[in-house]
Nanobody, 121 residues
């Protein structure tokens, strides 16, 4: 069983930055597809970014967010710059057992507990 633990969330003003971290218990999955999703109150879980064979982003965060990984440390990161109030959500780290280009949450097998990001205007 792979365990994922997110950290780095918090309260930030619009225009500010945060860096989320995800620690994976198993190094095997940091070489497969790792992704970040988010869920705002009353909304479904939304794809943010993923890295595996390729790196991809949701249009809403492209140019502002950067996903990266350190396989030696079993870590995945999400650098978030120029934050907007609409970025407010619980952010989840996710891992897929097999490489996938899907942006659907159902394509990911393991999830962290989430970390809250709140952007004030």
């Amino acid at each position: 069983q792979v365990q994922l633990v997110e950290s780095g969330g918090g309260l930030v003003q619009a225009g500010g930055s945060l860096r989320l971290s995800c620690a994976a218990s198993s190094g095997a999955f940091t070489t497969n597809t790792m992704g970040w999703f988010r869920q705002a109150p009353g909304k479904g879980r939304e794809f943010v970014a993923a890295t595996g064979w390729s790196t991809r982003y949701a249009d809403s965060v492209k140019g502002r967010f950067t996903i990266s990984r350190d396989n030696a440390k079993n870590m995945v990161y999400l650098q978030m710059n120029s934050l907007k109030p609409e970025d407010t959500a619980v952010y989840y780290c996710a891992a897929a057992r097999q490489s996938t280009s899907s942006r659907r949450a159902e394509s990911y097998d393991y999830w962290g507990q989430g970390t809250q990001v709140t952007v004030s205007s």
